[in-house]
């Protein structure tokens, strides 16, 4: 089993940057596949990133694809989301999650999430 913690969130203008953290405890996290997603006020969650065991196998939701860069580091049992030009539509709680099967964007591959980390972008 494996217990998700993110940080990092905050207020922030447009245009502006954030680095979100998710830390990993637990048994061999590292041998978990990763993911954020986020879930803006009254709207459905939503796939932002994935990463493979590894490092080498990233996934990005169109939206954030450019802006945002998900890494690992498994010595530290961490997980990061670099966020960069940051618009308004990117405001949610953002929460990390764990799966052991492929690196993808739905949700039901991953068994473990944390409580999420709020992001608010101001225009």
């Known amino acids: 089993q494996v217990q998700l913690v993110e940080s990092g969130g905050g207020l922030v203008q447009a245009g502006g940057s954030l680095r979100l953290s998710c830390v990993a405890s637990g048994r061999a996290s590292s041998t978990y596949i990763m993911a954020w997603f986020r879930q803006g006020l009254g709207k459905e969650r939503e796939f932002v990133a994935a990463?493979?065991?590894?490092?080498?196998?990233?996934e990005y939701a169109d939206s954030v694809k450019g802006r945002f860069t998900i890494s690992r580091d498994n010595a530290k049992s961490l997980l990061y989301l670099q966020m960069n030009s940051l618009k308004p539509d990117d405001t949610a709680v953002y929460s990390c999650?764990?799966?052991?099967?492929?690196?993808?964007?739905?949700?039901?591959?991953?068994?473990?999430w944390g409580q999420g980390t709020q992001v608010t972008v101001s225009s």
């Open positions: 999650a764990a799966g052991r099967v492929v690196v993808s964007s739905s949700s039901t591959m991953y068994d473990y």
């Open positions: 990463i493979s065991r590894s490092g080498g196998n990233t």
